[in-house]
């Protein structure tokens, strides 16, 4: 399949024309053997894959550690791309997800907790003059977002929430086939949405948010804190659960185990009925470690949305879909962020 489109490219518009007539910069492009790089930059791996625009399938991809507090990581990532580049044919742009708070319009990572040394660090700048094509930067949640939207659980849906449940809590809000951005470019932070002002630190340094009931790290602390007490249960602190041994111990019939995936559905239900409020999405969509464990956090989950959603309209014909594309979703969803920024 590589090699089918056939089309031609203005830098300066950066739009897609048959002809190149859309604009008098003389530097339109034909070129049957196209291809975009996506990266995603994880803290565990760095991830570069090659594309044929709109094909799933990556041509070539490959991943390195991230090495998160060694210096160079800027230098692994350029030898990454390098590695999956064509041999042949030409690149139309490199997409990029990474963990925020970040620029998207400016391309800039402000700071990211994969990599300490990028700090204001100018990724898009570096990564279009040094390749020699247009780059393009977006949030993991919103990459992720794009993703499941273009290729994923959320095809077809022209409103579209995403929140992954990990270590902390992400999320991507396509209203109206676009991606919410926001004015600083800084939207979709709906981990940090307040469930109870007075509820426990989140990893922002405020207290109460969503984060800090529903991440994996949440549930285990809620744990350890029960356990402190006194409650009985077959976890035990020294042996230092995590979320996986809870939701393990929880199927068990832990009771303790099974209050935490409680709590967490029960809270997570109360953000969700205000993200409806305020978006009114078609589909939501679950991804992360978390969204894994099923109906031990859904099935309260369920419950406390229906509870809290002001009209039962909102529900009516409301999907809520397991993420579908695992690990590629930050490759996919760089893709998707390339593809819609060149319209190719
Ligand atoms: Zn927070």
Redesign the pocket.
């Known amino acids: 399949m590589h090699g089918r489109i056939i089309y031609c490219l203005c830098w300066t518009t950066r739009k897609r024309e048959a002809h190149c007539k859309c604009c008098s910069c003389g530097n339109g492009i034909i070129d049957p053997m196209s291809a975009v790089i996506a990266l995603d930059i994880g803290g565990t791996h760095l991830r570069a894959a090659q594309y044929e625009p709109g094909n799933p399938e990556p041509i070539a991809h490959e991943r390195v550690l991230t090495r998160a507090n060694e210096p160079g990581a800027y230098d692994r990532l350029q030898a990454l791309i390098r590695s999956v580049w064509p041999k042949r044919g030409t690149v139309l742009a490199i997409g990029a997800g990474s963990p925020g708070p970040l620029d998207p319009r400016l391309g800039i990572i402000l700071k990211t907790p994969n990599i300490p040394e990028w700090l204001d660090f100018p990724l898009v700048h570096r990564l279009s003059t040094e390749f020699g094509v247009p780059a393009f930067l977006d949030n993991d949640g919103n990459t992720a977002a794009l993703g499941e939207w273009k290729f994923g659980a959320a095809r077809g849906h022209h409103d579209v929430l995403y929140i992954t449940l990990g270590t902390g809590i992400g999320a991507g809000v396509i209203v109206d086939d676009r991606l919410m951005r926001g004015f600083h470019g800084l939207a979709a932070e709906l981990?940090?949405i307040i469930v109870d002002p007075d509820g426990p630190p989140?990893?922002?340094?405020?207290r109460g948010?969503v984060?800090?009931f529903c991440s994996g790290p949440a549930i285990v602390r809620y744990v350890l804190e029960e356990l402190s007490k006194g409650i009985n249960s077959s976890l035990k602190a020294e042996q230092q659960p995590s979320a996986r041994t809870i939701a393990e111990a929880a199927v068990q019939g832990d009771a303790l185990a099974i209050s935490a995936y409680r709590r967490a559905g029960e809270y997570l239900g109360i953000a969700v009925a205000s993200y409806l409020h305020a978006f009114d999405p078609s589909i939501v969509v679950f991804g992360g470690g978390i969204s894994s464990v099923g109906p031990l956090l859904f099935d309260p989950f369920h419950a406390s949305l229906k509870q809290r959603v002001f009209h039962p309209r909102y529900l009516e014909g409301l999907k809520i879909e397991k993420a579908a594309l695992g690990d590629d979703a930050g490759l996919l969803g760089a893709l998707a962020l390339a593809q819609i920024s060149m319209q190719v």
């Open positions: 981990g940090h989140c990893n922002c340094g405020f948010h984060e800090s």
